[in-house]
């Protein structure tokens, strides 16, 4: 597919016009009298090799008895879209770690060839080989009670899906009732699960890293991370203690601040963790991601590309310069979402992109998201980025603050190439955003 025309069939992807009329036409024809599409908003957008792209949807239905909204995966395939489409269901049906069935494949898996989209429920992922167990609770109450409660009965497993990255990850949470000879009614537990895509070793490699944290001093009260409870090879599957906890936006306003002297604290003695990685981020390696995500954005909005060029041309000679740096345990996407609050306890949470580097990356794209969330209309402290930085350390270099005011500007311009892509917030690229990465 030329790109010209993969760019033309993307527009059409993130028009949401187009998209309602097309899929509710569709969606007649595979649930006739039974259900209706009211609605269909795009959620986000992802770069694949070979001038593909991966929309995430969200849709809403109406049916009989109410509302419920679905998440949706779609490929941007192109004239390939039938092809694809039936490959999809193929690869979903056979094996033993089969996911759809004759009364699933229409509904879970299905294109419309006119936009070149191959669309999916979130939950199906021939790459994601533990996705099986959700399809098939039987199994996967047998390996609960047996990975986790001695071959104890459980009953009344339900599944609820997190977040799913097509043929990267999923995470969810699982709902069951554990019976003992005391207790009939059973006492109702949660537990987290993260599945990984096969024919890796990430899964095995994030399960060892959150055991040493664990190990390693994060099993306290009130700086932790969840327990890591057991993994599972055959299905590429971490499961993990389910942490209560809200995150700082779910927080009443007077106990943010508060809450960011603890969240500064938790990063802090994360940076201060000695663990043996082999894995390290450099300067290089932030202006080739950012690098990559300007040419795209362009391609996709020329009439951003001058802005964006310039940007890119100012904080690459900014990353250039940085001469020195200890390196140390980064999480390399800790933001608002990474932590978990409660009265007495800090926890983070997602260890995948965890290796060596610059700690003023984390603290840079930590500022760099407290910006974003005003632009949102999000209400955060006014003093936040000098309650954090204090609570952080006492006092901070001249340069170490010199390369979190770097990083936290190519964060910011890392999001105005992602929120670009995203319909709902594309208004604070340009009026806020931009903005925003042009302070000092």
Known sequence: MSDRNCINLLHQAMDMDIIKNQ???????????????????????????????????????????????????????????IEHCEQVKLSLRKSKRSQLNKQNQTLSVFCIPELGLVFRVAGFDDRLPGLKLFHKPK????????????????????????????????IARIN??????????????????????????????????????????????????PEPLAYIDEWKMILMEDVAGQLITEQADDVKSVSIIKTAKALAKFHQTKLDIDAIFSPDDEISLLDNWVDLTSLVFPTQQDNLKTAFNQIKIELTAIQYFKPCLVHRDFYEKQVLLAEHKTTIIDFDTTCLSDPAIDIGNYLAHISLLRLQGISTPLNAEEVFLSAYA????????????????????????????????????TDGLFNEFHKK
């Open 394 to 429: 006492e006092s901070l270099t001249t340069d170490f603050y010199k390369r979190i005011s770097i990083y936290k500007r190519s964060t910011l311009l890392r999001l105005i190439c992602l929120y670009s892509f995203w319909p709902q917030w594309r208004d604070i690229v």
């Open 139 to 170: 199994l996967l109450t047998k390996i609960i009670s047996q990975t986790l409660h001695n071959n104890q009965k459980i009953k009344n497993v339900h599944v609820d899906i997190l977040g799913h990255r097509l043929g990267k990850r999923c």
């Open 23 to 81: 899929m509710q036409m569709h969606w007649e024809l595979l649930i006739p009298d039974t259900t209706n599409l009211i609605n269909c908003q795009l959620i986000r957008v992802y770069p694949q090799k070979d001038n593909c792209f991966l929309l995430h949807y969200e849709i809403e239905l109406q049916t009989e008895e109410n509302n419920i909204h679905q998440q949706l995966w779609a490929e941007l395939v192109g004239e390939k879209a």
């Open 176 to 225: 069951y009732q554990l019976i003992d000879i005391n207790n009939k009614e059973g006492v109702q537990k949660s537990i987290i699960t993260k599945l990984y895509k096969k024919r890796t070793d990430r899964s095995s490699q994030v399960f060892l890293l959150n055991e040493q944290l664990w190990n390693g001093g994060f099993n306290k009260d009130n700086i932790r991370i």
